[in-house]
T-cell receptor, first 113, second 116 residues
Framework: GENVEQHPSTLSVQEGDSAVIKCTYS??????FPWYKQELGKRPQLIID?????GEKKDQRIAVTLNKTAKHFSLHITETQPEDSAVYFC????????????FGTGTRLTIIP | NAGVTQTPKFRILKIGQSMTLQCAQD?????MYWYRQDPGMGLKLIYY???????DKGEVPNGYNVSRSTTEDFPLRLELAAPSQTSVYFC???????????????FGPGTRLTVT
């Protein structure tokens, strides 16, 4: 089955700096890669996703890049703010209709004011 | 819309007891999921359903059962609870094609379960 590895497990950055979280996946058939943000004690929420027909997607200060050849994808947060502090999870799955979303183990991001 | 709701919020079980975690959604979503989240770990899929009357196993189904008699409800049953089932349980649903982004999963607030 699919295996998703996520690094780093913890990340601290100064407010205003950029943060990058990286994930690798094992199944070359995976083609959907979402990122979820989970604040302390809260439910996970989708912040951005990418499908295998594109290499990059941006939404304001958040961007995701995908390298299908190397089987890795990354989350980039620019101009970080205190409210970006949370745990971020990457995930991967195969074609739409395959319901088995495999999650990474998470990255705890702390923004230092 | 209330979205995805879960009850109870917290529960402590003794080893060998049974319980049902309730999940409901009022968005008319066909697709529903149960995940568990162990401390410091990602979410693992327990069971999922693609519509009323249809369920299938996920990555970690042992020790759990589900049913889906209506579109709205997707209860998770724990039989003979074990300490290894101590976790936070999240229910989720996602839109059907034509309802919105069919890829986004909407999560409930979670149930924190402790088995001692």
């Amino acid at each position: 089955g699919e295996n998703v590895e996520q690094h780093p497990s913890t990340l601290s950055v100064q407010e205003g700096d950029s943060a990058v979280i990286k994930c690798t996946y094992s199944d070359s058939a995976s083609n959907y890669f979402p990122w979820y943000k989970q604040e302390l004690g809260k439910r996970p929420q989708l912040i951005i996703d990418i499908r295998s027909n594109v290499g990059e997607k941006k939404d304001q200060r958040i961007a995701v890049t995908l390298n299908k050849t190397a089987k890795h994808f990354s989350l980039h947060i620019t101009e970080t703010q205190p409210e970006d502090s949370a745990v971020y999870f990457c995930a991967a799955s195969k074609d739409f209709g395959n319901e088995k979303l495999t999650f990474g183990t998470g990255t705890r991001l702390t923004i230092i004011p | 819309n209330a979205g995805v709701t879960q009850t109870p919020k917290f529960r402590i079980l003794k080893i060998g007891q049974s319980m049902t975690l309730q999940c409901a959604q009022d968005m008319n979503h066909n697709y529903m999921y149960w995940y568990r989240q162990d401390p410091g770990m990602g979410l693992k899929l327990i069971y999922y359903s693609v519509g009323a009357g249809i369920t299938d196993k996920g990555e970690v189904p042992n020790g759990y059962n589900v049913s889906r008699s209506t579109t709205e409800d997707f209860p998770l049953r724990l039989e003979l609870a074990a300490p290894s089932q101590t976790s936070v349980y999240f229910c989720a649903s996602r839109p059907n094609s034509g309802q919105g982004d069919p890829y986004e999963q909407y999560f409930g607030p979670g149930t924190r379960l402790t088995v001692t």
